[in-house]
T-cell receptor, first 113, second 114 residues
């Protein structure tokens, strides 16, 4: 079974721009969660989507948004990028939900200059 | 306040030696505790998941213990290998439902030297 894939793997953007990251979950998994990981804050939960609906949300500003498609693939969008948004963005898929066993993708390394 | 604290922050050991990583939590209620291994530049990989009733769980050379009374967990690595060099993250969930939350530790950075 193929694992969780994320594209692109690396991205460099300029402050003020917007960015869209993509995540393809393991086949059959309906839950996709997104995380931001920085050296200073560690892993922080952004949001979870389940069957195309946002089911849980972390404490991030509205500049961070996401969506999930009918095939369970998910995208995350960050608008008006700030230098502090530089991080590794991870997505994880699960059959039932983020509270249960999750499988992480390799992440997208975003650098904002 | 629900928190997960890991110690030490970093650790260097020689190949072949054993080591133990600690995780203390104040999360309540408690559903399960997980240990993840994260190689540099990669996503975390699950090592073990333990519920309230489980005291010990092994995955190869990795053995996790849980004391739900004292709210402490440890991850013991036996006969370390160079490939064990990674960040080890402790994660606690507060309830076994989709309404629950996950609480993340900052991780212990383990370096194994030859």
């Amino acid at each position: 079974k193929a694992g969780v894939t994320q594209t692109p793997r690396y991205l460099i953007k300029t402050r003020g721009q917007q960015v869209t990251l993509s995540c393809s979950p393991i086949s059959g998994h309906r839950s996709v969660s997104w995380y931001q990981q920085t050296p200073g804050q560690g892993l922080q939960f952004l949001f979870e989507y389940f069957s195309e609906t946002q089911r849980n949300k972390g404490n991030f500003p509205g500049r961070f948004s996401g969506r999930q498609f009918s095939n369970s693939r998910s995208e995350m969008n960050v608008s008006t990028l700030e230098l502090g948004d530089s991080a590794l963005y991870l997505c994880a898929s699960s059959f039932s939900g983020w509270i249960y066993e999750q499988y992480f993708g390799p992440g997208t390394r975003l650098t904002v200059t | 306040k629900n928190q997960v604290e890991q110690s030490p922050q970093s650790l260097i050991i020689l190949e072949g030696k054993n080591c133990t990583l600690q995780c203390n939590y104040t999360v309540s209620p408690f559903s399960n505790l997980r240990w993840y291994k994260q190689d540099t530049g990669r996503g975390p990989v699950s090592l073990t998941i333990m519920t309230f009733s489980e005291n010990t769980k092994s995955n190869g050379r990795y053995t996790a213990t849980l004391d739900a009374d004292t709210k402490q967990s440890s991850l013991h690595i036996t006969a370390s290998q160079l490939s064990d060099s990674a960040s080890y993250i402790c994660v606690v969930s507060d309830r076994g439902s989709t309404l629950g939350r996950l609480y993340f530790g900052r991780g212990t950075q383990l370096t194994v030297w030859p």
